[in-house]
């Protein structure tokens, strides 16, 4: 799909003609599923990471949606965690992962060093890192087991 089109209007000059994304998102929409929103102000990524945000209100839980560690985006080797959930007596990092951008695509080996990193640096000041994979959650429903079965409340 192009991103814009050059169109010329009386040829003295080239005016930029987007594509109306309105129109593109309205064939996306799918009535079963509830309309994605700002999560705490940040808008979500994915329809998951929303699912999840979804699932954390659900079970009353306190979290921080994308929560900059280790120094966020400017300090090489820190990160931006999609949940810092507030769970007892520890907090823990949810991470929502895409099951091809992050164990089938080249470099995937990032995503299992990120882990790793963040594991080492919070080592007895979280309770754990978790990954969901958007291939478990289909459904909001199915997000709200699988964040219920991994956070075991």
Known sequence: MKTFQM???SGIGRKVKLPN???IRSLEVDNDFPVIQPV???MPDSKEEYWVALALNKMKL???FQRSVMGGRNVPGGSIVDF???TPPLPTIVMVQGDYWHY???RTYETILNIARLKAYYAGRIYDVVELLTSQMPTPDEAYQL???ELKS
């Open 7 to 9: 169109k010329s209007s």
């Open 21 to 23: 994304y309105a129109k």
């Open 40 to 42: 705490q102000g940040i």
């Open 62 to 64: 306190k979290y921080e």
């Open 84 to 86: 810092w959930v507030y």
């Open 104 to 106: 089938v695509a080249p």
């Open 147 to 149: 964040v219920r079965r």
